[in-house]
């Protein structure tokens, strides 16, 4: 009985030996992970045919024009310049901005997570030949036709293959234009259009209800909903010059409008934002909570 019993166990630890030692040759053979190239993006991409952002719009300005237009690049041009805003906080979806020396454009990705590898101060080249240029409502993309004329968001693969890291990611290298209400009143929307800006000392305009940035809208009956976001006015510009867009997916979109409970007023603050157009209207897209700073 003791014999057999001790067969059975030889046997049974032979066999599985035998595995393990299947498995270890197994790995052996597995190449091992390179180490030099990105996990993202095309590193055989190269610097030639670079032009400015700015010099792309006036490549292409018929598609910025009228409402909802697209072009496909056929000529071997690229640009270069730094994400100023992605997904991280959840109001800007399923694209990010690149902005340069000359000025900056919203590359749309059907993709979620942008920003787990293109963070803020990332330096990246874009290929743009047989990628596409248009105006959702004005403001400058690129991306891929959606729904005739119009421009949309470009699948993951194909960015993949269109784009390069340039150094490593350095987010003091981006920093906000500084602005009161009344400069970007004046500004030029067909060149500034797609900038990081800091709006200084400006105020909501007192709204019932929660009060908040982006609420449900199942609870507050006050607010009206538009493609999912919520447009707050502002005391110092007209609301149809100027609103902040915050999408209801927004990580602060329950955050209260900053508002002074004691006194009864609006909290002065400088919100820190993308500031994209809707035909003649600026909407600044607050990146994340922390673009929103009260200062009284």
């Known amino acids: ?8 166990m030889s046997l049974t630890l032979c066999v599985l030996f035998s595995i393990s030692v299947l498995c270890v040759s197994c790995y052996g053979d597995w190449d091992e992970p390179s180490l030099s190239e990105p996990p993202y993006g095309n590193s055989a991409i190269n610097d030639e045919g670079i032009i400015s952002i700015a010099e792309l719009k006036t490549q292409y300005p018929n598609v910025f024009a009228s409402t909802d237009q697209n072009k496909q690049i056929t000529e071997a041009i690229k640009i270069r310049g730094r ?3 992605n997904d991280l906080g959840s109001n800007l979806y399923k694209q ?16 979620s997570g942008i ?8 330096e990246i080249v874009i290929d743009l030949k047989d990628l596409y240029i248009g105006g959702y ?5 690129i991306g891929q036709p959606y729904n005739g004329n119009g421009i949309g968001r470009m699948n993951k693969e ?3 293959q269109h784009y390069k890291y340039v150094g490593t990611v350095d987010a003091t290298a981006i920093k906000p234009i500084e602005m009161t209400a009344d400069e970007l009143k004046a500004w030029d929307k067909d060149e500034n259009c797609g900038k990081l800006i800091k709006l200084m000392d400006v105020s909501f305009v007192p709204v019932d209800g929660l009060g908040t940035f982006a609420p449900d809208t199942t609870i507050d009956k006050t607010v009206t909903m538009i493609g999912g976001c ?15 867009r915050t999408s209801t997916y927004a990580k602060f979109a329950a955050r209260k409008l900053p508002y002074d409970e004691v006194n009864k ?26 673009d929103i700073e009260i200062v009284e």
């Open 1 to 8: 009985m003791i014999t057999q019993a001790y067969k059975k």
């Open 83 to 85: 994400v100023t805003g």
């Open 96 to 111: 990010f901005t690149l902005q340069d020396e000359t000025g900056a454009i919203i590359v749309a990705v059907n993709q």
């Open 115 to 122: 920003h787990g590898f293109l963070a803020e101060g990332q």
């Open 137 to 141: 409502r004005k403001q400058p993309e």
């Open 158 to 160: 194909l960015f993949q």
């Open 230 to 244: 919520v447009n707050r006015a502002i005391n110092e510009i007209s609301e149809s010059q100027f609103v902040v």
């Open 265 to 290: 007023r609006p909290r002065k603050c400088n919100l820190t934002g993308i500031a994209t157009r809707f035909n003649n209207t600026w909407q600044l897209l607050i990146r994340k909570e922390s």
